[in-house]
C-alpha cells in the first residue's frame, strides 16, 4: 500500500520538526491526565476541532491558493445532517457521519462548478455569499428547527453511549477527536505528496504552466473543494454532538468560516503544520479573552478586533504565517 | 506522416489578426523553426497549437486527429508539451517539484512519479538545484527547469518558445546541446520560437518565417537566409534595396 507508506513518510521534514511534533503529540495524548479545569478541557477540544476544519480549508486554500471563506455552509451541513438523523430517526454518529459528508460533498460539486469559473477576490465573496444564503435557508426551515436550531437532550440517552457519541465527561469526546486529529494529519501528510497535492500547488504558482502539463484546472479545484468539504463536514457531525445544541446564527455564521480561514492563513498556509499552529494560538486566545475581558468588563467582541489586527499584519507582514517566518530564517541560514 | 498540420489558421483579438491564414506541416523526427520579427505572431501561433485559447478559424490536425479547440491539458494529455517565454514562478514549488508534476500526468504513483523526475534532473544537469526555487536560479537554469518539466510529461511534440533568449555564447551552445539531445535521444518532434538566429539556422531542419502574422516564407535554413522577403520583414525596404547585389549573389 504505497498511499499509507506516503502518509507515514516524514522523511523530508527536518529532525527537529519532527522531535516538536512528537512532542506536542505525547503532551496532548497525556493533557487529560494532568490536573486541569473542565474549561481548559473545553478549549483543548475546541482546539482539535478547529485545527481539523483549519486542515480542510489548507487544501484548497493553501495548496490551492483560493481563498474560500464559506466553510461555515458545511460545518452547517455536517452538523445538522448529524443531528436531525439523530433526533427524527435515531440514526447513530458512525451513520450519520458519511451520510453528511455525502450530501456536503454533493452540494460543493453543485456551488463549485459555478464558483470556480471566478477568481481571487470574486471567488472569496462567492464563497461566503453561498455559505449565508444556506445559513438564511436553514433559518426559515422548520424541519431543521429553523431559527431556534436543535439539541440533544443527554439523559435520553445513557451515556456513555459510543454509537451516538453521547457521554457525560468530556474526557471521551477528547479521545476521539485526537483519535480524528491523528487521521486528519496523516491525511494531510499524504495529500501535500499526492498528485493531486503537487498539481494544486503548480496550479497556484501558475495556471497557464499547469494547463500546458496536463492539468485540468477546473476539475482539479471542484476535487479539492470536496475534499476540504468532507473533512469539515465530518468535523462538523462531531461539533454538533459534542455541543448539543445548534442554530444557523452559531454553527453556520460567518465568523466560523472566517475563524477557520484565519487559523489556517495564520499559522501557514500551504504547510503541513500551519492550521494546527494557528488553531493553538487563535483557539485559547479566543476562549480565554471571552472568559477574562468579555465577562468581566462587557467587552464582547473584542475578539473580533484581534481577529481584524492579525489580518492585517499577516497580509502586510508575512502572508505564509508564522510558519513562513519559521521558513525564511531557516533558509537565511542555509544561505 | 505528418504529425501536425495547421490548416489556415486564423487567430484575430478584436479587430487585430495575430495570425492571418497560416498553414504549415511538421513531420514526425522533424526539428522545425519558427522565426519572425516581434509581434508577427509566433507566440500566438504556439499557444493556438497548444490550446491555450481557441483559434478564431482554421484547423488543427494533431498525430492524425482534429484537435481544433481542445483545451490546453487535453492537448498536454494527447503528448504535446510547451515551454513558456517567461517562466513566472512566483510560488514554493522547487525545481525538482516542478519537474514532478510533469511527470504525474501519466501516473498517480508518487514513486514512479519521482524516479522519473530524477532521471529528468540528471539529464538536464538540474540535479544540484533541486531543492531551490525556480527564481533563486540564472537564467539559463530556469530555461532548463522549463524544458525539463515539460519532458516529464513524455511529449510527442515540443514546442520551445525562446528558450535562448537572455542566454551568453557559451550557455547558447550548451542550449543547442541540449535540444539536439532531446530530439535525438529521446526521439521528440520539436518546433522552436527563436530570436537567436544562430541556434535556429544551425539546429532547424527547416524554417518558417511569420511577418504581420502571415508566412512570408518556409524553406532550408539556409535559403531562407537569403530569401529577400525575409530580410526585407528583418531589416526593412531600404537595407535590401541597398544591399541587392550582395544578396542576389
Redesign the interface.
Known amino acids: 500500500m504505497e498511499a499509507i507508506r506516503n502518509a507515514l513518510d516524514v522523511s523530508d521534514f527536518p529532525k527537529i520538526d519532527l522531535g516538536v511534533a512528537l512532542a506536542v503529540l505525547v503532551f496532548l495524548f497525556c493533557f487529560p491526565f494532568f490536573p486541569h479545569s473542565a474549561f481548559a478541557m473545553a478549549t483543548m477540544i475546541q482546539f482539535f476541532i478547529f485545527s481539523l476544519y483549519g486542515m480542510g480549508w489548507n487544501t484548497i486554500g493553501g495548496y490551492g491558493g483560493q481563498v474560500d471563506l464559506g466553510k461555515a455552509q458545511y460545518v452547517g451541513i455536517g452538523a445538522y445532517t448529524t443531528m436531525v438523523c439523530l433526533l427524527r430517526w435515531d440514526i447513530p454518529f458512525w451513520f450519520s457521519m458519511p451520510i453528511g459528508a455525502v450530501l456536503s460533498i454533493g452540494w460543493s460539486f453543485i456551488i463549485g462548478y459555478p464558483l470556480f469559473k471566478l477568481k481571487g477576490h470574486y471567488f472569496a465573496i462567492a464563497t461566503i455569499a453561498t455559505s449565508l444564503v444556506l445559513k438564511d435557508l436553514f433559518e426559515v426551515w422548520k424541519f431543521v428547527g429553523a431559527a431556534r436550531g436543535l439539541g440533544i437532550l443527554p439523559y435520553k440517552y445513557h451515556p456513555p453511549d459510543f454509537w451516538r457519541l453521547i457521554f457525560k465527561e468530556d474526557i471521551y469526546y477528547y479521545y476521539i477527536i485526537f483519535a480524528f486529529f491523528i487521521v486528519g494529519l496523516l491525511y494531510m501528510n499524504w495529500f501535500r505528496k499526492s498528485r493531486l497535492g503537487y498539481q494544486l500547488r503548480s496550479i497556484k504558482d501558475n495556471e497557464e504552466v499547469a494547463r500546458s502539463l496536463g492539468i485540468n484546472v477546473h476539475w482539479a479545484k471542484i476535487k479539492t473543494y470536496a475534499i476540504a468539504t468532507a473533512f469539515v463536514s465530518v468535523v462538523g457531525s462531531f461539533h454538533a454532538v459534542y455541543i448539543k445544541n445548534i442554530e444557523p446564527e452559531d454553527t453556520m455564521s460567518l465568523d466560523i468560516s472566517i475563524l477557520i480561514a484565519l487559523m489556517a492563513m495564520l499559522g501557514g498556509a500551504g504547510s503541513l503544520w500551519g492550521p494546527v499552529i494557528g488553531a493553538g494560538v487563535l483557539i485559547p486566545l479566543k476562549s480565554y479573552l471571552k472568559e477574562w475581558l468579555g465577562a468581566a468588563a462587557g467587552l464582547l467582541g473584542i475578539d473580533l478586533i484581534i481577529y481584524g489586527v492579525i489580518i492585517m499584519i499577516i497580509s502586510a507582514f508575512e502572508p505564509r504565517g508564522l510558519w513562513g517566518i519559521v521558513e525564511r530564517i531557516r533558509r537565511r541560514r542555509r544561505s | 506522416m505528418a504529425l501536425l498540420e495547421v490548416h489556415h489558421l486564423v487567430k484575430a483579438f478584436g479587430g487585430l489578426k495575430a495570425n492571418d491564414d497560416v498553414s504549415f506541416a511538421i513531420e514526425k523526427g522533424e526539428l522545425l523553426g519558427l522565426i519572425g520579427p516581434n509581434g508577427a505572431g509566433k507566440t500566438t501561433c504556439f499557444n493556438c497549437i497548444?490550446?491555450?485559447f481557441p483559434p478564431t478559424s482554421g484547423r488543427i490536425v494533431f498525430d492524425g486527429q482534429d484537435v481544433t479547440g481542445l483545451?490546453?491539458?487535453a492537448m498536454?494529455?494527447r503528448g504535446l508539451?510547451?515551454t513558456?517565454q517567461v517562466?513566472?514562478?512566483?510560488?514554493?514549488?522547487t525545481v525538482g517539484?516542478?519537474v514532478?508534476?510533469?511527470c504525474?500526468?501519466h501516473?498517480?504513483?508518487?514513486?514512479s512519479?519521482k524516479s522519473k523526475a530524477d532521471g529528468i534532473l540528471d539529464q538536464m544537469g538540474l540535479k544540484e538545484f533541486r531543492h531551490q526555487l525556480v527564481s533563486e536560479l540564472p537564467v539559463a537554469a530556469q530555461k532548463r527547469v522549463t524544458m525539463a518539466?515539460?519532458l516529464?510529461?513524455d511529449p510527442k511534440l515540443l514546442l520551445l518558445d525562446e528558450v535562448a533568449a537572455g542566454l551568453n555564447p557559451s550557455e547558447i551552445e550548451a542550449t543547442m546541446a541540449g535540444i539536439r539531445r532531446i530530439h535525438a535521444e529521446l526521439g521528440v518532434t520539436v518546433m522552436l520560437i527563436e530570436h537567436v538566429m544562430e541556434l535556429v539556422m544551425n539546429i532547424s531542419h527547416r524554417v518558417i518565417v511569420l511577418d504581420y502574422g502571415r508566412k512570408i516564407a518556409e524553406g532550408l535554413p539556409k535559403d531562407i537566409a537569403r530569401d529577400p522577403q525575409v530580410i526585407k520583414a528583418y531589416l526593412g525596404e531600404r537595407y535590401v534595396r541597398e544591399h541587392a547585389a550582395e544578396i542576389g549573389g
Open positions: 497548444a490550446g491555450m483545451p490546453a491539458h498536454a494529455r508539451a510547451r513558456f517562466y513566472t514562478a512566483a510560488g514554493d514549488l517539484e516542478n514532478l508534476v510533469g504525474f500526468m501516473t498517480h504513483l508518487r514513486s512519479a518539466t515539460a516529464g510529461t
